[in-house]
């Protein structure tokens, strides 16, 4: 476009053992929805940092309206007209939506006219919200709402958003898609990052791909087909994740009849869930989120303590045990929140490496740590799922999102279980590492060990489970082959058309 909001041009920006941008160009027009593609690791983060303020690039220069712009903060940008929903939500439960809101502004008017406003813009573009609701009580679609009417407040120049969409239902990204195509028609710019590329594909204009810290190439998603650009990421061909024929054997973990109530204030409480996995088995459970995904996976795990029998694992109660008793016994689990729950933030990767894989890998000895070993388990890690890190040293924080995630997949694949729970385990990476991660959990099944994989991407379902089922308000449906499975079966499961009976393969 002729008309520039943004001009990037030769941005830098190195840390120590990685160049994270190395002389990124490129323009975001007035009104133009720019696409920022890239592979974890690619640059993506750091290069939307240095436009909001939170780093400092080492040489290059932005130019806003034609104007000099480097923001030393987030609030100057904010003054400028940068706004940004980070895929992280920053939000307090315990506050209402109008306090949160608040709490994002630099002068907040007095509440009652911030409660108008509030109403005013969010039923205006299309994403209605009631500021005096607590937080805690809204879903993950109604919190995002929150983030962005909290940055539309701003009334933006540009609009960054960073993975707006994992936690979306296919209706909630219409009703998302329609507000930003409101506002691209009212002139502002987006600057949109998201590894969903058929989304890329159906709402941006123009496609800026990354790849180890340099611009590759652009664009226009409308004419390239997301395999093309996915192989643009990457650098090379996009393997597609292969499943083999195997017969399920005996039942590896069994549920029958279990409610719990939600240790969380904010949590859904798991009601009368039936389950049962088959080694070789992949059971795949969709759901909106915060429908008791967090609440199954500590049941399984081992978090939140059930009567003994209420979990059978290879037919021997296992109920009252707490992670570590289960991880000896093969039950491996691996939480959605990678930064806090997975892994400990300021930690290194051989820290983390030791917290879950002491007992399977053999990393301590009556006592004391084998500090050699776990290095060499990190190490195996890092290599095995491609983590893009300067070494096991580094502290998990440091890692991008995605990376991380494959860190804490592989951390739990390589030690061999009997059962493995995971709950989104593509989280926020890239095509050719979701990739990766399914070809694992598959081979995983294929060795004859069983699976439950929770996720809200039920393309991801689709493509790695044999059987499916829906959680939708702590309840969770009969399983069902997932051969045949219709798009309209799934949506009824997944609203509460809840079966009595479990179907077993």
């Known amino acids: 476009m002729s008309d520039i909001l943004l001009s990037i041009q030769g941005l830098t920006k190195a840390y120590p053992g990685v160049v994270a941008n190395d002389t990124v160009s490129f323009d975001i027009g007035v009104g133009e929805v720019h696409a920022l593609l890239g592979e974890n690791g690619a640059g993506k983060s750091t290069l939307v940092k240095m436009i909001y303020g939170l780093v400092k690039p080492d040489s290059g220069q932005m130019l806003l309206r034609g104007q000099p712009f480097a923001p030393p903060e987030p609030r100057a940008a904010r003054a400028d007209g940068i706004a940004m929903v980070f895929q992280h939500f920053s939000l307090f439960d315990a506050l209402s939506v109008a306090e949160n809101i608040a709490l994002g502004m630099e002068d907040p008017p007095p509440m009652r006219d911030l409660s108008r406003r509030i109403r005013e813009v969010s039923e205006t573009y299309g994403l209605p919200l009631d500021p005096y609701r607590t937080v805690g009580d809204l879903s993950a679609g109604e919190r995002q709402r929150v983030e962005i009417i909290r940055c539309l407040l701003q009334y933006p120049r540009l609009l960054i958003m960073d993975e707006p969409t994992s936690v979306l239902t296919p209706q909630e990204v219409d009703i998302l898609f329609q507000t930003l195509q409101k506002l691209q028609s009212e002139g502002t710019s987006i600057l949109y990052i998201s590894h969903k590329l058929e989304e890329i594909r159906k709402l941006c204009d123009t496609?800026?791909?990354?790849?180890?810290?340099?611009?590759?190439?652009?664009?226009?998603?409308?004419?390239?087909?997301?395999?093309?650009?996915?192989?643009?990421?990457?650098?090379?061909?996009?393997?597609?994740?292969?499943?083999?024929?195997?017969?399920?054997?005996?039942?590896?973990?069994?549920?029958?009849?279990?409610?719990?109530?939600?240790?969380?204030?904010?949590?859904?409480?798991?009601?009368?869930?039936?389950?049962?996995?088959?080694?070789?088995?992949?059971?795949?459970?969709?759901?909106?989120?915060?429908?008791?995904?967090?609440?199954?996976?500590?049941?399984?795990?081992?978090?939140?303590?059930t009567p003994s029998d209420a979990v059978m694992l290879a037919g021997a109660?296992?109920?009252?045990?707490?992670?570590?008793?289960?991880?000896?016994?093969?039950?491996?689990?691996?939480?959605?929140?990678?930064?806090?729950?997975?892994?400990?933030?300021?930690?290194?990767?051989?820290?983390?490496?030791?917290?879950?894989?002491?007992?399977?890998?053999?990393?301590?000895?009556?006592?004391?740590?084998?500090?050699?070993?776990?290095?060499?388990?990190?190490?195996?890690?890092?290599?095995?799922?491609?983590?893009?890190?300067?070494?096991?040293?580094?502290?998990?924080?440091?890692?991008?999102?995605?990376?991380?995630?494959?860190?804490?997949?592989?951390?739990e694949v390589l030690q061999d279980p009997e059962v493995l729970v995971v709950n989104q385990p593509t989280w926020g990476v890239d095509a050719a590492a979701a990739a990766a991660i399914r070809q694992a959990l598959l081979d995983l099944a294929a060795k004859g060990a069983a699976v439950i994989c929770i996720s809200q991407d039920l393309d991801e379902l689709m493509e790695i489970s044999d059987s499916f089922a829906a959680l939708n308000e702590g309840r969770l449906s009969a399983h069902k082959d997932t051969a045949g499975l219709t798009v309209d079966e799934i949506g009824l499961m997944m609203g509460g058309a809840h079966g009595m009976e479990v179907a077993h393969v």
Not at 321 to 332: H, Y
């Open 207 to 305: 496609a800026t791909i990354l790849r180890l810290g340099q611009n590759v190439g652009t664009c226009v998603p409308a004419e390239t087909t997301a395999r093309d650009m996915a192989e643009m990421m990457v650098g090379t061909s996009l393997q597609t994740p292969e499943r083999s024929g195997r017969a399920l054997g005996d039942v590896a973990l069994d549920i029958s009849g279990l409610s719990v109530p939600s240790p969380s204030a904010f949590g859904t409480s798991l009601k009368k869930v039936h389950l049962t996995v088959r080694k070789g088995e992949i059971l795949g459970i969709g759901g909106v989120a915060g429908n008791g995904q967090d609440e199954l996976l500590g049941v399984l795990s081992g978090e939140i303590s």
């Open 317 to 411: 109660p296992v109920g009252r045990l707490g992670p570590t008793a289960r991880r000896k016994l093969g039950l491996l689990a691996a939480p959605e929140e990678r930064l806090g729950h997975a892994a400990a933030p300021d930690m290194s990767l051989t820290e983390n490496a030791l917290l879950t894989g002491a007992v399977r890998e053999k990393l301590e000895n009556r006592g004391f740590l084998r500090w050699g070993a776990a290095q060499g388990f990190a190490e195996r890690i890092i290599e095995a799922f491609d983590v893009r890190t300067p070494g096991p040293a580094n502290a998990a924080r440091s890692l991008s999102g995605g990376n991380l995630q494959k860190f804490v997949i592989g951390r």
